[in-house]
């Protein structure tokens, strides 16, 4: 008589044990269908059947005794041993999972009648007499050993400590009676999986933690209504169900819990959004290679096509971009069509799109593409020409005026788009009702950044080192309250006091209502979140604040009630120029010989202009600049822009360090210079 330990059952066993219980993070899901069967065993032309027979090898010859009996005594007996190794069940588990993935209505079988499948995946050329007499006995006490099946697996994925990753049977679930192990499991497909992480990332689970069921299904309605959220039909049937919905919601919060935080591709490699970058200075775009947390310092990417190079992703801190030797050049068909470039364990993905949104990016302080358009930030928006009139039409109804479409003249760095630049939506109102006439827009990305999940943004922080959500009085944060298509009636408990508030995909200012100092608890449709305020920071100053001055005799020393502050010693004789600089810069620095820096504000536009009526802001402003100025540095996010002043002036650079810190270090007449040099040797190649 066969056992557990040998035959088909064995190499079973063995096989499913490598696919789903190897070591890795991440949660565990043992979804089989006939597709993923092929995957686990390709030595055989039917792997459905092979598992079936591999199976009812163990079925006892007592016809007497429970279907399943045989396994579920080598299941005890193993229990008894050292338990290295999974429990012998993979087999009547998989099976269990694949008759559920094989439900469906065909006028023979409800989809709900999971025990017939359950006969057929059993006995696949059973008569139908056969397969009811099997069915009775699956619905009596023989399943009730595989229920006990899933619990040891359980616990066996438990008592590993994550070495084979977190487990998603719910143990503790009162619904999972039964058929529910199996059909929880079937619920997510690897797609899904995939998929989901996105979710988890919107949701900011790792940030915000594990929210509960009805939370967890609240945002997958929102997630899932623009086209570009879809996930599998099997997943929508079961989020609609007033059945299988509670069920999904458990099974989800649990895939929420053992989440790693990575994101990742349908095929199972860690994803990389990639984005899109525009310098509209330049009128250059190149793309952009994020590094998410738990990056790893250098990866490989297969080129597009066998014939092409591979693209070599490194690291150069402190940026948050890869540096990327090799990378395709932008074209509009990959814009169009989308793209996707695989490596060992990553896959780097562009999804198609005839229109795309940029937001300033703090990184290079140019543009590059985000999912959704921010509520009152500047935006750059092209549109294919197949889009470009609707999109158009919406921003001259929604949008602050402002906004122009931008020439891209003869060398267009977008060919076949329409460019809109200083694109700023305030106006809640005008943008739902211009998407309402244009709804196709939304699963385009044009509509207000999906927000599943209540959450702070802007305010006045304070001691980010103590903790997060600490702002000062008056300085509050606003609210994203969870959004749907249509604006929304939502409850909003403040401190105790209950509004009724609209949900646009806009931000609630919360200072408009003014809050007491302390801990301030904040109630959004059941979640919980706070925030405190306080008057300052209770960091206070500083160590050595205020405890240097300048005396009138130009002499730096300990402060002191006589000490008259005068700022710096200065040469009155040193003579004043002129260079005119960029506009739009986050910082102006001057850098002056001994490693001396000097900020430099830049001033509005010449009053002359606005009392005119004429609407200009010229692109540059003057800089006073003395003798002993070698550099006019500004910073663009992680990039600086430097111009060579003095004699020998007029060379432009670009830099990616710290240009302040290594400037001040030419102080240090030994080393200071050289470390210099260095950095603009590195930069000239």
């Known amino acids: 008589m066969a056992s557990v330990d040998e035959g088909r059952y064995a190499h079973w066993q063995t096989a499913l044990a490598g696919r789903f219980l190897a070591e890795r993070d991440g949660p565990v899901v043992l979804?089989?269908?006939?597709?993923?069967?092929?995957?686990?065993?390709?030595?055989?032309?039917?792997?459905?059947?092979?598992?079936?027979?591999?199976?009812?090898?163990?079925?006892?010859?007592?016809?007497?005794?429970?279907?399943?009996?045989?396994?579920?005594?080598?299941?005890?007996?193993?229990?008894?041993?050292?338990?290295?190794?999974?429990?012998?069940?993979?087999?009547?588990?998989?099976?269990?999972?694949?008759?559920?993935?094989?439900?469906?209505?065909?006028?023979?079988?409800?989809?709900?009648?999971?025990?017939?499948?359950?006969?057929?995946?059993?006995?696949?050329?059973?008569?139908?007499?056969?397969?009811?007499?099997?069915?009775?006995?699956?619905?009596?006490?023989?399943?009730?050993?595989?229920?006990?099946?899933?619990?040891?697996?359980?616990?066996?994925?438990?008592?590993?400590?994550?070495?084979?990753?977190?487990?998603?049977?719910?143990?503790?679930?009162?619904?999972?009676?039964?058929?529910?192990?199996?059909?929880?499991?079937?619920?997510?497909?690897?797609?899904?999986?995939?998929?989901?992480?996105?979710?988890?990332?919107?949701?900011?689970?790792?940030?915000?933690?594990?929210?509960?069921?009805?939370?967890?299904?609240?945002?997958?309605?929102?997630?899932?209504?623009?086209?570009?959220?879809?996930?599998?039909?099997?997943?929508?049937?079961?989020?609609r169900s007033e059945k299988l919905r509670p069920l999904l919601g458990s099974l989800v919060q649990a895939y929420a819990a053992a989440w790693d935080g990575l994101v990742l591709a349908v095929d199972g490699r860690r994803r990389l959004a990639l984005r899109l970058g525009l310098d509209l200075e330049r009128m250059t775009k190149r793309w952009l290679f994020p590094i998410e947390d738990g990056a790893v310092e250098v990866i490989t990417l297969k080129g597009l096509s066998a014939d092409q190079p591979p693209v070599i992703l490194s690291q150069r801190p402190p940026s948050r971009y890869y540096v990327a030797e090799g990378a395709p050049p932008v074209a509009p068909e990959l814009i169009m069509q989308g793209m996707r470039l695989r490596g060992e364990s990553f896959a780097a993905e562009f999804p198609k799109s005839p229109i795309l949104i940029f937001t300033r990016d703090p990184q290079t302080g140019d543009w590059s593409t985000t999912a959704g358009i921010a509520p009152f930030e500047h935006h750059v928006i092209a549109a294919a020409s197949s889009e470009s009139a609707s999109v158009e039409q919406l921003i001259g109804r929604a949008a602050a005026p402002g906004w122009l479409v931008r020439n891209q003249g003869r060398n267009a760095i977008l060919p076949g788009f329409k460019i809109f630049v200083d694109v700023r939506f305030t106006d809640p109102q005008l943008l739902a009702e211009a998407l309402r006439d244009a709804p196709h827009l939304r699963a385009h990305g044009v509509s207000p950044t999906l927000t599943p999940r209540a959450r702070f943004v802007r305010g006045l922080p304070l001691a980010r080192e103590i903790a997060q959500n600490i702002y000062m009085v008056g300085g509050e944060p606003d609210l994203f309250l969870p959004t749907d298509e249509e604006p929304r009636v939502v409850l909003l408990s403040l401190d105790g006091v209950e509004e009724v508030v609209i949900a646009s995909g806009f931000p609630f200012e919360i200072r408009r209502f003014p809050q007491r100092e302390g801990l301030i608890p904040v109630v959004v449709e059941g979640q919980e979140l706070s925030f405190t305020l306080l008057a300052e920071s209770p960091l206070g100053q500083p160590p050595g604040a205020h405890s240097l001055g300048w005396s009138d005799s130009g002499t730096l020393e300990a402060a002191s009630p006589e000490s008259t502050i005068i700022g710096a010693v200065v040469n009155p004789a040193s003579a004043r120029g002129a260079q005119l600089v960029r506009r739009g810069r986050d910082e102006t620095w001057l850098l002056h010989e001994g490693g001396v820096t000097e900020k430099c504000r830049e001033p509005g536009p010449p009053a002359f202009l606005k009392e005119t009526g004429f609407d200009y802001v010229p692109m540059h402003f003057e800089v006073a600049t003395s003798g002993s100025a070698r550099w006019v540095a500004q910073r663009k996010g992680g990039i600086w822009f430097l111009?060579?002043?003095?004699?020998?002036?007029?060379?432009?650079?670009?830099?990616?360090f710290d240009v302040l810190r290594t400037w001040a270090a030419t102080a240090d007449g030994a080393n200071g210079p050289a470390f210099w040099a260095l950095q603009m040797g590195l930069i000239n190649g």
Not at 644 to 656: I, K, P, Q, S
């Open 643 to 656: 111009t060579e002043l003095g004699a020998g002036g007029g060379r432009e650079v670009n830099a990616d």
């Open 31 to 239: 979804f089989v269908d006939d597709a993923e069967l092929a995957q686990v065993v390709s030595d055989v032309a039917d792997p459905g059947a092979d598992l079936a027979r591999a199976v009812l090898e163990m079925r006892p010859t007592d016809p007497d005794a429970d279907f399943f009996v045989k396994v579920a005594r080598a299941c005890r007996l193993w229990k008894r041993g050292d338990r290295t190794q999974p429990p012998p069940v993979l087999p009547v588990l998989a099976l269990s999972v694949l008759a559920a993935t094989r439900m469906h209505s065909d006028g023979h079988a409800l989809s709900t009648n999971y025990y017939l499948r359950l006969a057929e995946a059993l006995t696949p050329n059973a008569t139908p007499g056969q397969l009811d007499e099997l069915r009775s006995e699956m619905r009596g006490q023989s399943f009730l050993d595989v229920v006990e099946m899933w619990s040891t697996l359980h616990d066996w994925i438990v008592a590993q400590n994550g070495r084979v990753g977190a487990s998603t049977i719910r143990t503790d679930e009162n619904r999972l009676t039964r058929v529910g192990y199996p059909l929880s499991q079937a619920l997510l497909k690897r797609h899904d999986r995939a998929e989901l992480t996105r979710f988890f990332q919107a949701m900011r689970i790792k940030k915000l933690g594990v929210p509960d069921e009805e939370e967890i299904l609240r945002g997958l309605d929102m997630w899932t209504r623009p086209d570009r959220n879809q996930l599998s039909g099997t997943f929508m049937e079961a989020l």
